[in-house]
C-alpha cells in the first residue's frame, strides 16, 4: 500500500475528485479526513470507506471560514495524531461576464478558491513542518492556464492557485514539503444517466473538444493525487500536471486539413 501510516486531509471530498480520492487513498491506506460544507454527502463518504474497512472521519468545513479551517486541522490531528497530506480540493464557482459578474460572487469565489487554499496551507504547514515533512496537493485546473467565457473569478482563483503552489514549494523544499497542482480539463462528476440528459448539443460540444473524444472521471485524477501523495514523486515540486484528455494541446484552430480528431 502507497499511503500506509500516512494521514490525508481532503476538502471538498464530499463529492466529484475529492470523493474519488479520499477513496482511493484510504485504500492505499491512509486514514482520511473528509473535509466538505455538506454534512449529509462527507457523512457518507467517510462511512462508506470505513464500511469497506478503510479509517476515515468527517469534518463538517468551510474553508473559506478560517476558525473552521482550524478546526478542521485540529480534528485531524486529535483523530489521527498527524497530517502527511494536504488536498486542497474544494471550490465554488460565480460566474458571469466580467462587467456583469456580481461582488459577491468575485469575493465567494477568491474567499473559497484562492484564499482558502492558502489558510489551509499556511495551518496544514503548522503541523507537518515540526513533524518533518509532508505534502500538499492543490486542485487547480485548464481554466488556471488559459481563459473560459464567464469565469473571470475561478480562472483568476485557479491562475493564484499555481503561483500560490509555486511559491509554497520554494519556501518550504529544505523543510520536507512538496507541494504540486493537478490541472483537471472536463471531468464528470455525476453518473452516466445524468450525462444522457444534457442537451445533445452541448454534450456533442464537449466531447467534440477533447481530442480522446470523452471526459475524464473522478477516478483518474484521484490517481495523479496518489501519484503526486506518494514517495514515487520524491523529486516532484512546484508543478502542475495537466490532466485533460488533451484538450490544452490545442491551439483551437480549425484543421485546415479537413483532419480531425474523429479519423
Ligand atoms: N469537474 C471538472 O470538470 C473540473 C475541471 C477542472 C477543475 N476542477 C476542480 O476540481 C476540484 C473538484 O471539483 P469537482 O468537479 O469534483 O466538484 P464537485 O462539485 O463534485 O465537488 C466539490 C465539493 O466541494 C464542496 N465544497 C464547496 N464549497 C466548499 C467550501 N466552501 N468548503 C468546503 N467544501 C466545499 C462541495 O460540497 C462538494 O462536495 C475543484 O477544485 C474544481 O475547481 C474540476
Not at 11 to 30: D, K, L, P, W, Y
Not at 55 to 68: G, K, L, M, N
Not at 193 to 207: G, I, T, Y
Request: glycine share 10%.
Amino acid at each position: 500500500m502507497r499511503l500506509e501510516g500516512k494521514t490525508a486531509v481532503i476538502t471538498g471530498s464530499a463529492h466529484g475528485i475529492g470523493r474519488a480520492t479520499a477513496e482511493r487513498f484510504a485504500r492505499e491506506g491512509a486514514a482520511v479526513v473528509v473535509a466538505d460544507i455538506n454534512q449529509e454527502l462527507g457523512q457518507r463518504v467517510a462511512d462508506r470507506i470505513r464500511k469497506d474497512g478503510g479509517r476515515a472521519a468527517f469534518v463538517e468545513t468551510d474553508i473559506s471560514d478560517h476558525a473552521q479551517v482550524d478546526a478542521m486541522v485540529e480534528f485531524a490531528c486529535s483523530q489521527f495524531g498527524r497530517i502527511d497530506i494536504l488536498h486542497n480540493n474544494a471550490y465554488t464557482l460565480g460566474a458571469g461576464r466580467v462587467g456583469e459578474l456580481s461582488t459577491d460572487d468575485w469575493q465567494r469565489t477568491i474567499d473559497v478558491c484562492l484564499t482558502g487554499y492558502w489558510y489551509s496551507t499556511k495551518v496544514a504547514l503548522g503541523v507537518m513542518v515540526p513533524n518533518g515533512g509532508g505534502v500538499i496537493i492543490n486542485t487547480a485546473s485548464v481554466a488556471a492556464l488559459a481563459a473560459d467565457y464567464t469565469l473571470a473569478a475561478y480562472s483568476a482563483a485557479k491562475a493564484g492557485v499555481i503561483n500560490l503552489t509555486r511559491v509554497t514549494a520554494i519556501d518550504y523544499a529544505r523543510k520536507g514539503i512538496r507541494c504540486n497542482a493537478i490541472c483537471p480539463g472536463p471531468i464528470w462528476t455525476h453518473s452516466e444517466k445524468a450525462f444522457q440528459e444534457v442537451p445533445d448539443e452541448m454534450s456533442k460540444a464537449l466531447l467534440h473538444a477533447v481530442p480522446m473524444g470523452r471526459l475524464g472521471r473522478p477516478e483518474e485524477v484521484a490517481n495523479l493525487a496518489l501519484f503526486l501523495a506518494s514517495d514515487e514523486s520524491s523529486f516532484v515540486t512546484g508543478s502542475h500536471c495537466l490532466i485533460d484528455g488533451g484538450l490544452f494541446a490545442q491551439t483551437g484552430m480549425p484543421s485546415l486539413s479537413g483532419a480531425g480528431a474523429e479519423w
